[in-house]
């Protein structure tokens, strides 16, 4: 699986942003996809994910109530809605895939992704 993420840049805080992730490969629907970030100088962080049904999903602490991940199979593409930005939302967005786990809170563990799509800037100004 290839992935390809797209639609970050700059935004005041409290703005939103909708990041997209196109994937290639005709088993996209088999895959849970997740979505990361990595800030300069911290360590790379899970944000949010959804199991191959779209039925499931995770989000961590910090962007729950404002981030919401969707994905659209027939198109191959993943989303992350991200509304009320925040100044320590600033980062390099990743998303990935996995096809070892399909559900629950563990779809936000960065060891079980085995595919990776280069990253996007969003940087949130205050």
């Known amino acids: 699986v290839q992935l390809q993420a797209s639609g970050g840049g700059l935004v005041q805080a409290g703005g939103f942003l909708r990041l997209s992730c196109a994937a290639s490969?005709?088993?996209?629907?088999?895959?849970?996809m997740g979505w990361f970030r990595q800030a300069p100088g911290k360590e790379r962080e899970s944000v949010a994910a959804?199991?191959?049904?779209?039925?499931?999903?995770y989000y961590a602490d910090s962007v729950k109530a404002r981030f919401t991940t969707s994905r659209d199979n027939a198109k191959n593409t993943v989303y992350l809605q991200m509304n009320s930005l925040k100044p320590e939302d600033t980062a390099v967005y990743y998303c990935?895939?996995?096809?070892?786990?399909?559900?629950?809170?563990?779809?936000?563990?960065?060891?079980?992704?085995?595919?990776w799509g280069q990253g996007t800037l969003v940087t949130v100004s205050s």
């Open positions: 990935a895939a996995t096809g070892r786990v399909s559900t629950g809170q563990v779809m936000g563990l960065i060891p079980l992704y085995d595919y």
């Open positions: 959804i199991s191959w049904s779209g039925g499931s999903t």
């Open positions: 490969g005709r088993t996209f629907s088999r895959y849970a």
